[in-house]
Structures are given as C-alpha cells and as structure tokens.
Nanobody
C-alpha cells in the first residue's frame, strides 16, 4: 500500500505563496495534486510524469503553480504563487499507476493522501 503524506498547507493573504510537500513511500508513474473546496467536486490542479518529468497544469493555476519532484527523497512539491481566494481548498497528493498525458481525472487515481488545508484571504 502506497502511503502519501502532505504538509505545508496554511493560511495566507491573497498574492502570497505557499509550498506543499508530499512524502511518498514510493513513486508511481503519475503523481499529481488535486483540490476540493466545500460543496465542489475534487479537481486536478497539476500532474507530473515521474519518469520523464513532464508537467501538466489546470488552466486556473497555469503560470502561478509549479509541480516538481525530488526523486532521491520520493517527495512531490507544489509551489503556489500569487494565491487567490478561489484557491482556498483542501489539497490532496495523489498517485496513479498509469502515465498521465494531462491532469488526470480522479477516477485515474490509485492512491490519495489525507489532504492539507489551504486558505487564502482577500
């Protein structure tokens, strides 16, 4: 069973930055970040093909968020800059056995972390 543990969430004012980390017991072919706001569906934010390092982003975060990995430490990161109140959500680290060719759908995910809260105030 793959274990994913997120950290780095918190509260920040609009325009601020946060970096999320995800410690993985092992890397899968596609690692990604999702978020879910109250009353909304879970949505993919960013993904990375761990072998090639190819990255993908949702339009809503493109240019503001950066997904990266430290293969030596089996750690996934999400650098979030210029945060907006609409970025407020629970953020989840996720892993899938299949390669991703874009931000995956939740149905393509095999393993989820427990989530970390990000709150952006205006």
């Amino acid at each position: 069973q793959v274990q994913l543990v997120e950290s780095g969430g918190g509260s920040v004012q609009a325009g601020g930055s946060l970096r999320l980390s995800c410690a993985a017991s092992e890397y899968l072919s596609c690692m990604s970040w999702f978020r879910q706001a109250p009353g909304k569906e879970r949505e993919g934010v960013a993904a990375i093909n761990t072998g090639r390092g190819t990255t993908y982003y949702a339009d809503s975060v493109k240019g503001r968020f950066t997904i990266s990995q430290d293969n030596a430490r089996n750690t996934l990161y999400l650098q979030m800059n210029n945060l907006k109140p609409e970025d407020t959500a629970m953020y989840f680290c996720a892993g899938g056995h299949l390669f991703c060719y874009g931000v995956p759908e939740p149905t393509a995910i095999n393993y989820w972390g427990q989530g970390t809260q990000v709150t952006v105030s205006s």
